[in-house]
Each structure stands twice: as structure tokens, then as C-alpha cells.
């Protein structure tokens, strides 16, 4: 037969089964990457702090987004793609940690949103039982 391979014949390099491993690990990473980039609102801007630290490490995170709406002077705070009222917020966090997830919570404040509903927020965020808050902010 001349497509077999004998006892002492190489049968070179199979690119085919790589090839498929890497398309599945592509498809993996895209859907990963996906769901990570729709947790935070492009509609944010973050306010600028010159001193800021790079985020240290990769945590569980969970992503809170609050935006300000000048027209009706109101702050919206989103959690997972869904708006949601404070005391929600605070059901919802701590129903997590009873399930045993630990992670950091991510605030993204829009700049100009008033201190007094950070200060909420932050508030909501330690009657669940969060411990470690993280603010976003870009660096100048």
C-alpha cells in the first residue's frame, strides 16, 4: 500500500489533532473573555487618581457600576447587568457569601457621582459582610 506506514517509517508531525486543541481553547478563552468585559459599563467615566495602584491580584470579583444621570440628578447602581436598589444589593451580597463565595467587590463609580451614595454603597456592601472593597479609577 503506499499510504501505510511501515515498522521503521516516521510518520511526521499530526498537525490536525493540534490544530482542533487549539480552536476549542480559542472558542474557551473568547467566552471567557466575553462575559468579563460585559460586567463593566463603558458609559463610566471613572474619576482620575494620580496615585493609584495597579490592581495586585487576580480575585473573584464581583463588579458594581454606578452611573450618574445629571438630567435627573440620580445615581443607578447596577450589579451583574441589572440595576438594583440597595437593600437588594445587600440581599444578594450576602446571600453569596453564605454560599461560601469569597471575593472582592469592585466599585466603578461614575466621577461625578455625589459621595453620599458611594458612602451608601459601601455601607450596603459591609451589612452583607464584605470586607475588602476595591475602587476603579484610571491613572493620570
Known amino acids: 500500500m503506499a499510504g501505510a506506514v511501515g515498522e521503521g517509517d516516521d510518520p ?3 498537525i490536525a489533532p493540534m490544530i482542533d ?3 476549542v481553547l480559542l472558542i474557551f478563552f473568547m467566552s ?9 459599563d463603558p458609559a463610566i467615566e471613572l474619576p482620575v487618581a494620580p496615585a493609584a ?14 452611573a450618574w444621570d445629571p438630567a435627573r440628578a440620580r445615581a ?12 437588594q444589593l445587600t440581599a444578594v451580597l450576602a446571600e453569596r457569601r453564605r454560599r ?14 455625589p459621595v453620599r451614595h458611594i458612602q451608601a454603597i459601601v455601607a450596603a456592601a459591609a451589612a452583607a459582610g464584605i470586607a475588602e ?8
Open 12 to 14: 511526521g508531525f499530526q
Open 21 to 23: 486543541v487549539l480552536l
Open 32 to 40: 471567557i473573555a466575553s462575559t468579563a468585559l460585559t460586567r463593566y
Open 53 to 66: 495602584a495597579p490592581r495586585e491580584e487576580e480575585r473573584a470579583r464581583w463588579v458594581v457600576n454606578v
Open 76 to 87: 443607578s447602581v447596577r450589579f451583574e447587568e441589572q440595576e438594583i436598589a440597595l437593600p
Open 100 to 113: 461560601g463565595v469569597d471575593a472582592r467587590l469592585l466599585l466603578r463609580g461614575d466621577g461625578a457621582v
Open 133 to 140: 472593597i476595591t475602587f476603579a479609577a484610571l491613572r493620570s
